[in-house]
């Protein structure tokens, strides 16, 4: 029975990897250690073993991002911080951003940036590509905060919207 409930926890997979390594804990603790060895097996092989990494890309002058890093710190996430004007994201990095995100490049971007208007990228006749192009080689175009978090990724505008994905 013990088991059975078990594994209905780890087999939904739910995004809140705390609560199921918390029922994991409670079950665990009144087993023998040949259950709990096996418990702990089918952990390791969902991949719920840790909880998973929460990725910000962050400019520290930016006020919402430093609000969405402190609401990642208070709830106890572990953060991979991508300052994302010292290293901009390449090209398959960010095409995989927009698409977490469900965006088409020119969403993506901070139309009120000098260079927006210097590039003059309102400008219909710029392609995916080009636009794509142009936030790898000014990231400051790019929107900010973006978190990403088990292959769900939101623009933290304001910086509760994190808290969507968590």
Request: proline share 7%; aromatic share 6%.
């Amino acid at each position: 029975m013990i088991y059975n409930y078990f594994w209905q926890i780890v087999a939904a997979k739910t995004n809140n990897v705390s609560h199921q390594c918390q029922a994991v804990i409670l079950i665990d603790s009144g087993l023998p250690d040949c259950c709990r060895i096996r418990f702990h097996m089918i952990l390791l092989a969902v991949g719920h073993s840790m909880p998973s990494n929460v990725r910000i890309y962050f400019n520290p002058a930016c006020s919402k991002c430093r609000q969405g890093k402190a609401l990642l710190e208070d709830r106890g996430e572990n953060i991979e911080i991508v300052e994302y004007l010292a290293t901009p994201p390449d090209r398959g990095e960010l095409v995989h951003i927009l698409d977490l995100l469900g965006l088409e490049p020119r969403a993506l971007m901070r139309s009120h940036e000098a260079a927006y208007a210097e590039l003059q990228l309102d400008r219909p006749e710029h392609s995916r590509d080009d636009l794509i192009a142009a936030m790898i080689a000014h990231p400051i175009l790019i929107e900010r905060p973006i978190v990403i978090k088990n292959g769900k990724a939101i623009i933290a505008r304001p910086p509760e919207r994190i808290l969507e994905i968590l």
